[in-house]
């Protein structure tokens, strides 16, 4: 037999763990990013950082004149040793430039995980990860 409990019940067991918000709260906002970077929306593809978008056009353009090609996003690099998964890198741009693959990452600060993830890209991939420092 499964038991029931009223609405009020409801209502007071919601106030307890703080899950329902009433009519009168505010809504949290969002907690602003570590670095200060603010999202930019370009051609429906949310960038985590105004450089970043500005680099995408930059690219864009190239593409156009058929200085890169097969530009991408957000391209994941596992990195894995011996078998075991240790994390993942996320490029910002990937493309081709003069049969090239260039691996590219917009920074505004270089931090140490980030360092990390370069040195293992390296060391894993052979890829040597070229940093974009985009002027305001």
């Known amino acids: 037999m499964t ?3 009223t609405e009020d019940e409801w209502v007071v067991l919601q106030g307890r763990t703080g899950a329902a918000r ?8 969002p907690k602003p990013s570590k670095y200060n970077a603010r999202k930019k929306t370009v051609d429906g593809i ?10 995408y056009r930059e690219l864009q353009a190239q593409a156009a004149l058929g200085q890169i090609s097969d530009l991408s996003l957000q391209q994941p690099y596992p990195i894995e040793i011996n078998g075991l998964h ?5 490029a910002d741009f990937v493309y081709t430039r003069g049969g090239l693959l ?4 917009v920074k505004g600060m270089r931090t140490p995980v ?5 040195k293992l890209m390296r060391a894993v991939h052979g890829i040597e990860i070229t940093e ?5």
């Open 3 to 5: 038991s029931r409990i």
């Open 22 to 29: 009433s009519a009168t709260e505010q809504p949290v906002t």
């Open 46 to 55: 949310i960038f985590d950082s105004a450089a970043e978008a500005r680099r």
């Open 86 to 90: 240790v994390c993942t890198y996320i």
């Open 102 to 105: 260039i691996v590219e990452d």
């Open 114 to 118: 980030y360092e990390l993830k370069a």
């Open 132 to 136: 974009v420092r985009m002027r305001k």
